[in-house]
Nanobody
Framework: QVQLVESGGGLVQAGGSLGLSCTAS????????MGWYRQAPGKQRELVAI???????NYADSVMGRFTISRDNTKNTVYLQMNSLKPEDTAVYYC?????????WGQGTQVTVSS
């Protein structure tokens, strides 16, 4: 069993920055794929960014150039640095991990961007 715990959510003004982190515990090794998803009110959960164990990344078009995903394999931690935040970025952000074919989710952390 893998447990994911997010931190770093909060309230920021439009144009501001916020950093999220997610740490995995209980794994048998380094997590293969880690990433972030988000779900806004009335919308489906959507991919924000993912990062593979070798460092390859993929971003949603809506956050490209503004968000940066990174990971620290020694800590099994994934980070999401969010810059130039917009009100439409407001959502619950969920940490995600895929490890040896099994998928895990964190509890989510609220990010609210005021106009």
């Amino acid at each position: 069993q893998v447990q994911l715990v997010e931190s770093g959510g909060g309230l920021v003004q439009a144009g501001g920055s916020l950093g999220l982190s997610c740490t995995a515990s209980g794994s048998t090794g380094i997590i293969n794929v880690m990433g972030w998803y988000r779900q806004a009110p009335g919308k489906q959960r959507e991919l924000v960014a993912i990062i593979i164990i070798d460092g390859k990344t993929n971003y949603a078009d809506s956050v490209m150039g503004r968000f940066t995903i990174s990971r620290d394999n020694t800590k099994n931690t994934v980070y999401l640095q969010m810059n130039s935040l917009k009100p439409e970025d407001t959502a619950v952000y969920y940490c995600n991990a895929v490890h040896w074919g099994l998928e895990y989710w964190g509890q989510g952390t609220q990010v609210t961007v005021s106009s």
